[in-house]
């Protein structure tokens, strides 16, 4: 699999662009006609650092679609000095069923699902240790969830997530039936279940939608549905003042479509190693936002 480095490392060498690693290859430093441009992690200088930081801060975009009246799971902003008695409200207000998440965590990376009000504040602790906020949500029964990435007004690619959930047929263990459904995620994966399932019967690997946690995708998203979607991410784009990014629409069980969250950074690793054309639509995108970066 070409990793996301020797993928800018071919685009640049075709594009005829100096490309220079710095600060311990973290910054890439493309150079080309007298103009200069950075990557940093997958963060294109596409975006000014205001929208930026609005964007991966969970908390700001949320309050950000509020004010723009745009559907959006509901958050609320914890601190360090948080009172107990605003959690306990919380916990009642969304029947004892919360999602707790650092602010500006990424991958599905310190997003937890509880329901113990003990545990719950035991996490908002331990998070509030290393982070400066949380926010705290409703669970929501999600249906589906899906990615868009927008350039200057386009969508480039929209596709769904399916969370990684098993079905026994009677014969295969738990194990092989992960391998199936994402070879990329699990097939390196040690200490999996080696239960068989009867026939029917549901195993949940993880409540998360997140490719980076097991998750697959699918592309056969109903016509009505995906207009429905590309609308949404595109009015959001548009009031954001955004150029690259990748927006999160969730559809819930009752197919109402709401906005989770959106990311400058537009990473595309997991989706390039599990669709059959992975790659090729990942360079194509990239090189499409590197074209837009050297555009006068």
């Given at each position: ?33 007298n103009?200069?441009h ?47 008695n ?22 599905g ?23 400066y ?74 409540w ?89």
């Amino acid at each position: 699999m070409t990793t996301f480095d020797e993928l800018l490392q071919e685009l640049c060498l075709e594009k005829n662009v100096k490309l220079t690693k710095i600060s311990k290859n973290w910054i890439n430093v493309l150079e080309k006609s007298n103009q200069i441009h950075y990557i940093i992690a997958h963060k294109f200088d596409l975006n000014n650092n205001s929208t930026s930081t609005i964007l991966d801060d969970k908390y700001a975009f949320y309050e950000l679609m509020e004010l723009k009246n745009n559907p959006i799971i509901k958050h609320h902003i914890i601190f360090k000095n948080y009172e107990s008695n605003y959690i306990e409200e919380l916990y009642e207000k969304y029947n004892h069923d919360l999602v707790i998440k650092a602010n500006l965590g990424t991958c599905g990376k310190e997003v937890f699902h509880e329901t113990s009000l003990a545990n719950i504040y035991k996490l908002l602790d331990k998070l509030l240790i290393k982070n400066y906020s949380l926010s705290i949500c409703p669970y929501i029964n999600i249906k589906n969830e899906y990615r868009v990435i927008i350039l200057d007004g386009q969508i480039l690619l929209i596709y769904g997530k399916i969370k990684p959930v098993v079905y026994g047929d009677g014969q295969k263990s738990v194990a092989e039936l992960l391998k199936d459904f994402n070879p990329h995620f699990f097939q390196n994966k040690n200490n999996l279940p080696k239960t068989i399932l009867k026939n029917g019967e549901k195993y949940e690997y993880n409540w998360q939608f997140n490719l980076s946690q097991g998750a697959s995708i699918f592309m056969d998203i109903p016509e009505n549905l995906q207009l429905k979607i590309s609308n949404l991410a595109l009015k959001v784009a548009r009031e954001i003042n955004v150029r690259f990014c990748s927006i999160d629409i969730i559809e819930d069980a009752c197919n109402n479509i709401y906005l989770m969250e959106a990311n400058s950074g537009v990473m595309l690793d997991n989706f390039a190693s599990i669709h059959p054309e992975g790659q090729k639509i990942a360079k194509f995108i990239y090189g499409i936002a590197i074209n837009k970066m050297f555009e006068k």
